[in-house]
């Protein structure tokens, strides 16, 4: 019987730790990568260099933001980290550099969001495998002060409910502690 679970929380939170440990006894996990790497991110280069150590080297590694589904093949247990780095590189590849996002623009990054997680959700729970998939919780803040970021907050939100919905169960990340609310 497949098993998706979300995990969220605020930042460095431990919500990749604790969605590592979930299949820390497995072998055959993928585990999907959504960040780009730009040749000048010096910083982020370093992170995923921390990243990648922090995971069992017979873990197969998938990236992308689009065409997830296509990484369920031959194993029955995947991470995908992070649905809230997946969501801006689809919304910046929507909207490239535009200062006012319209609502249909909007509403257009959240179908294209959504639509790509479902059929991920869809392949799994087809193979009968397992997923988790790891989100920011993105309004616990103050309002963002321009328009973009607070698109982007609002498109979150409303993806994050979405795939919540659709998850056997959903795990909130606080001071490296998991506490399920579903």
């Known amino acids: 019987m497949s098993r998706i679970i979300l995990?969220?929380?605020?930042?460095?939170?431990?919500?990749?730790?604790?969605?590592?440990?979930?299949?820390?006894?497995e072998?055959?996990?993928?585990?999907?990568?959504?960040?780009?790497?730009?040749?000048?991110?010096?910083e982020m280069k370093e992170r995923i260099t921390l990243h990648k150590k922090s995971r069992p080297s017979k873990?197969?590694?998938?990236?992308?933001?689009?065409g997830l589904d296509e990484a369920v093949h031959g194993y029955k247990n995947y991470i995908l980290d992070c649905l809230t780095v997946m969501t801006s590189n689809i919304m910046f590849d929507i909207s490239k550099d535009a200062e006012i996002i319209s609502q249909?623009?909007?509403?257009?990054?959240?179908?294209?969001v959504f639509n790509e997680i479902k059929k991920l959700i869809d392949?799994?729970?087809?193979?009968?495998g397992n997923?988790?998939?790891?989100?920011?919780?993105?309004?616990?803040s103050i309002v963002p002060e321009n328009h973009v970021a607070r698109?982007?907050?609002?498109i979150m939100g409303r993806i994050n409910q979405r795939i919540a919905?659709?998850?056997?169960?959903?795990?909130?990340?606080?001071c490296g502690i998991p506490l399920k609310i579903k």
């Open 7 to 25: 995990v969220t929380g605020g930042a460095r939170s431990g919500k990749s730790s604790f969605a590592q440990s979930v299949f820390e006894k």
């Open 27 to 42: 072998s055959d996990v993928v585990y999907i990568a959504t960040y780009r790497m730009y040749d000048d991110d010096l």
């Open 59 to 66: 873990w197969k590694t998938f990236e992308g933001s689009y």
């Open 104 to 112: 249909d623009m909007q509403n257009q990054i959240e179908r294209k």
């Open 123 to 128: 392949e799994v729970i087809n193979i009968d």
């Open 131 to 140: 997923l988790v998939v790891v989100t920011n919780e993105v309004g616990c």
């Open 151 to 154: 698109v982007y907050r609002d």
């Open 165 to 174: 919905k659709m998850c056997d169960e959903a795990f909130i990340m606080s």
